[in-house]
């Protein structure tokens, strides 16, 4: 029956024990459920629970909810044991409307009217009068509509089709238009809706026969045509006793159903006798109907629903209802009768359905002996064979009598089990009985076997006869049977490909036109396409919802069907879409049976199943799955919801969200998102992308309904999200722009200003530098200016005095020297004073040369270039050496330090020197050159003897000292000395400064 169909709904996790009064979706899709217990609102797998609070007035009146009304822009009217309340999603705040001098906490009783036909008034009342209320004005209070009643006469408000609402009390009537507001009477109630204390409590307008449905207080129906006039059917629904009736609606099957204390009702329209019961084990507070989501219930035992595709998929009951454990149901067939034939535990079933979907009485054949699962029966040759675990059996269905078979195996080995899985016809003359490892052909008659797949090891085998009568078998190894030379390679190949190496157990096998062929086994179904030569598995990473599949069936519009413990699939060949179907999509039972599949000539498609048989017709069917809807349910920054936050400029409504900025401090972003899904939302999948920082999408299932970044790079990014059902298509994307702004260090003008800094603080780095370097240079010039005066004063001191001091010691020596007698006896003296007066002028010019130094800080090349002239023309008087000299270089304007210049004109003089006074030369050449890069080269060379420049470096000899002190100079100077000499060819010394 349609009440076996009612299952449990999804429910929220705090609903638990809640008694369900009144359910609504809203414009966004969500599910609002009016408790006992506060207003829960709930997305398919999670809930927000709103609850009264005594110390808020925003808050709701009370936590008893009786009914509930979606209003435009995200809005609720609430009715509630302690009064009524408007609240706003976007700003999560309740109102509380206040009928006349109605507190904040009056416990009074009020009303209003639902309006199914739409408008902006609405009608509100309680014992002392009606009130108007205009849903486009959420912020108003309710206005007094009908002034100068008695409290008696207040009794019931309800709106009528084109908008207008219909007041009554018990003996006026009065109707509102609903766009000026104003008030007019009209025709009494019906006298039959009020005796004493019994009124309406609730209404039903059916359109097709312009009917009115009045239920009352005392729980009555009353039938009213569009005059008011009972119908005569009213007097049949008026003498149930329904206890209370608290919801009336037209289901999803487009019938009448009643929800009263005493149980579920149903009845066909239009109406033309009594309802049905349904279910009278519970009692019903409402009903709520969706055409995508089914029907759902509020009852005492919880929440109640029969999905949408519970009208389609059909269920043929084999066994009692009251059976508590159903036997499994194996093989199906049809014979030529039209009798089903079920295999069964300890027994087959026989219904006729030669008028199917209309059906007879099952019968049921036990078989003797221990019980055991009869897997098929096939009808051959006006015999019956029955397959079960101990081999063949020929079923007598007079007597109930089950004949075993002993077969010729004809050589064959016996395997190790007799059970026989699958009996079917080869060319109306053998039976095919997959069996145990291997697939035979069996005469029935002759009772031989033949062994038609002999490479078969596994435990379990499949066989199907397609519509040209050719056996398709698997197992181990894929065949058509009569073999096919041509197309057998092909199978070979593509069962290689997918390593069908035994280790799979195959339980079905289908083929679907004249290129598809399909294998369902414990690892999935893999389909073969034999025009492309192509095959490809699917399995649970390809949406199937479980790996086990029992059966395959194909249609004629070209889907193909699979059922597995989880359901039921469907394929479409053609795009290779699929969608599946479980107890939520009112598939009466989610595990199916091994063997259990059958065709109908009329298309319809049968799976055994746990509670009996699944029947359905493939073009009935039509429903599919809608397109997941994705809404922002928070986002939090640094763990804290922004939801209501005026400085990010949100409410709590986050479906307008364009674009989200964070600034700086704002790192952790978290975003909770949801899929409206009621049906399946444990099914739910997720795709998630961060444009900006993800380059492909990221997979979730159904309970990763939050991602968190830790820190975004400042920058740009859009983060899109959207869902579907495993096997269906993406539903449409939601998505907002993120702009992470850059923290102060990383602003276009805190850098320019910071660049600006760093120039001015580099700037005044340098000028603090310079100044100081200019100090110190200053320091220095002051400093080298009195170190000149002090060498100007020293030199003319000793040009002065010392010098003049020689000069006059030499010429008295002189002067001496001449007044020494020329005796023998004087020429030691004279000798003496000679050799005192040479000293004497050797000391002058070394003075002068010094005097030469300290009279400049620098000397010019010139001037050096004169000394060096003056000295070597000295030189070349005095000792008779013959001299080359050249000084080289392109700046005329050079200038030599003081200092280094007197060094290297001691180091001149001191080469020469050494060179007279060892080497015995008779030319001495020397040559000055000034680079480019100022490095001053000075070589000295001569023809002299010559000498080893190892032995007399290393040991110098008495006297042989001079090279070492030349060294000595040279290091002192930071320069660098080369000797070269060879005995006999005179020797050559180089140096080098950087000047």
């Not at 479980?546 to 193909?560: D, F, H």
């Not at 100079?969 to 006999?984: H, M, N, P, Q």
């Amino acid at each position: 029956t349609i009440g076996d169909r009612i299952v449990d709904a999804p429910i929220p996790p705090i609903l638990g024990g809640f008694g369900v009064n009144t359910q609504v979706m809203d414009g966004k899709g969500y599910l609002w459920l009016g408790t006992n217990n506060g207003l829960i609102r709930f997305d398919g797998k999670e809930q927000v629970l709103h609850e009264m609070q005594r110390d808020s007035i925003n808050s709701l009146p009370g936590n008893m909810i009786f009914a509930l009304e979606a209003l435009p822009g995200e809005r609720l009217l609430i009715h509630t044991g302690r009064g009524l309340a408007h609240f706003d999603q976007r700003t999560m705040t309740f109102t509380r409307l206040l009928l006349g001098n109605q507190g904040n906490n009056s416990r009074k009783e009020v009303h209003f009217a639902p309006a199914p036909f739409g408008g902006d008034l609405r009608i509100l009342w309680d014992s002392t009068a009606w009130y108007q209320y205009h849903i486009s004005s959420p912020k108003s209070q309710p206005k007094l509509l009908v002034p100068g009643l008695l409290p008696e006469q207040i009794r019931y408000a309800f709106q009528l089709p084109g908008g207008d609402f219909l007041l009554w009390s018990a003996t006026h009537g009065y109707r509102v238009n609903s766009l000026s507001g104003k008030v007019q009477p009209t025709s009494p109630p019906p006298p039959s809706l009020f005796h004493g204390k019994d009124a309406p409590q609730g209404q039903l307008y059916l359109p097709e026969t312009a009917q009115w449905l009045i239920s009352t207080q005392y729980g009555k129906i009353y039938i009213f045509d569009a005059n008011w006039q009972l119908n005569p059917i009213s007097q049949a629904y008026s003498a149930i006793d329904f206890g209370k009736i608290n919801a009336l609606s037209i289901g999803g099957d487009g019938a009448l159903w009643i929800g009263a204390l005493s149980g579920l009702y149903h009845a066909k329209l239009p109406l033309s006798g009594p309802p049905n019961t349904l279910r009278d084990d519970m009692n019903v507070y409402s009903i709520f109907t969706k055409p995508d989501l089914g029907m759902w219930f509020g009852t005492t035992s919880g929440w109640k629903t029969i999905p949408p595709l519970a009208f389609q998929f059909h269920l043929l009951q084999v066994f009692p209802a009251q059976k508590s454990a159903q036997p499994p149901l194996w093989g199906l067939s049809l014979d030529k009768q039209q009798n089903l034939w079920i295999g069964s535990y300890g027994g087959v079933i026989r219904i006729p359905i030669p008028n199917f979907p209309k059906t007879g009485k099952p019968q049921f054949f036990p078989k003797p002996g221990a019980p055991s699962n009869l897997t098929s029966i096939l009808h051959f040759k006006n015999e019956y064979y029955v397959g079960a675990p101990t081999g063949i059996f020929r079923l007598d269905t007079s007597n109930s009598h089950y004949q075993k078979l002993e077969i010729d195996r004809k050589g064959i080995p016996k395997p190790g089990s007799d059970y026989t899985f699958v009996l079917e016809n080869l060319q109306d003359s053998l039976i095919i009985a997959a069996n145990s490892g291997s697939i035979f052909a069996f005469d029935p008659i002759k009772l031989a076997l033949q062994n038609i797949l002999p490479r078969g090891n596994t435990t379990a085998a499949a066989v199907h006869r397609d519509a040209q009568g050719r056996m398709w078998m698997a197992d181990a190894q894929l065949a058509i049977y009569p073999e096919n030379t041509a197309l057998q390679p092909l199978l070979d190949s593509l069962w290689a490909a997918e390593k069908m190496d035994g280790t799979e157990v195959v339980f079905t096998i289908w083929k679907q036109g004249e290129t598809h062929l399909f294998v369902g086994s414990t690892d999935g179904v893999l389909w073969l396409d034999l025009q492309a030569k192509t095959i490809q598995r699917i399995d649970r990473n390809a949406g199937l919802p479980s790996n086990r599949v029992m059966g395959i069936l194909g249609s004629e519009n070209g889907t193909v069907w699979m059922a597995s413990e989880n359901g039921i699939s469907r394929l479409e060949t053609e795009t290779g879409n699929m969608q599946h179907y479980a107890q939520a999509d009112g598939v009466p039972a989610n595990d199916f049976n091994q063997f259990s599949f059958l065709k109908h000539p009329k298309g319809y498609l049968m799976f055994g199943c746990a509670k009996g048989i699944t029947w359905f017709h493939p073009d009935s069917i039509l429903l599919t799955e809608k397109a997941l809807q994705v809404q922002f349910q928070d986002i939090l920054i640094n763990h804290k919801s922004i939801l209501g936050n005026a400085e990010k400029g949100l409410n709590h409504d986050l479906a307008g969200l364009k674009q989200l900025d964070l600034f700086p401090g704002e790192g952790a972003l978290s975003i909770a998102y949801a899929a409206l899904n009621f049906r399946r939302p444990e099914a739910t999948e997720y795709g998630i992308k961060m444009e900006g920082l993800d380059e492909d999408w990221q997979i979730r299932r159904a309970g990763e309904r939050v991602v968190y970044y830790s820190r975004l790079s400042s920058g740009n990014y859009t983060f899109r999200v959207k869902a579907r059902l495993p096997g269906n298509n993406w539903g449409p994307e939601k998505q907002f722009q993120i702009v992470v702004h850059p923290p102060l260090y990383e602003q276009l003008w805190f850098r320019l200003l910071l660049a600006g800094g760093a120039l001015l603080l580099f700037g005044l780095l340098l000028y603090v530098y310079f100044r100081r370097k200019l100090q110190r240079q200053q320091a220095q010039m002051a400093a080298q200016a009195r170190l000149f005066a002090e060498r100007e004063r020293i030199s003319r001191d000793l040009h002065d005095h010392v010098g003049s001091g020689l000069t006059a010691l030499s010429m008295g020596l002189q002067n001496l020297g001449r007044k020494v007698p020329e005796t023998d006896a004087a020429k030691e003296w004279r000798e003496k004073v000679t050799s005192i007066e040479d000293l004497t002028r050797r000391v002058i010019v070394q003075l002068r040369d010094t005097v030469w130094a300290l009279d400049t800080q620098d000397v010019s090349l010139q001037n050096f270039r004169r000394k060096l002239h003056g000295f070597l023309s000295e030189f070349v008087v005095t000792s008779g050496l013959e001299t080359e000299w050249e000084i080289t270089c392109n700046q005329p304007s050079f200038q030599l330090e003081a200092n280094f210049a007197l060094e290297l004109y001691r180091m001149v003089q001191e080469g020469i020197h050494n060179a007279l006074r060892h080497a015995a030369p008779e030319l001495v050449r020397i040559d000055i050159q000034i680079t480019e890069t100022r490095e001053l080269i000075l070589l000295l060379e001569d023809d002299g003897k010559g000498f080893v420049v190892d032995e007399l470096m290393n040991n110098p000899q008495d006297g042989h000292y001079g090279l070492r002190n030349l060294q000595a100079r040279t290091e002192a100077l930071k320069g660098e000395i080369e000797i070269t000499s060879e005995v006999g060819k005179g020797s050559r010394l180089q140096w080098k400064f950087q000047i």
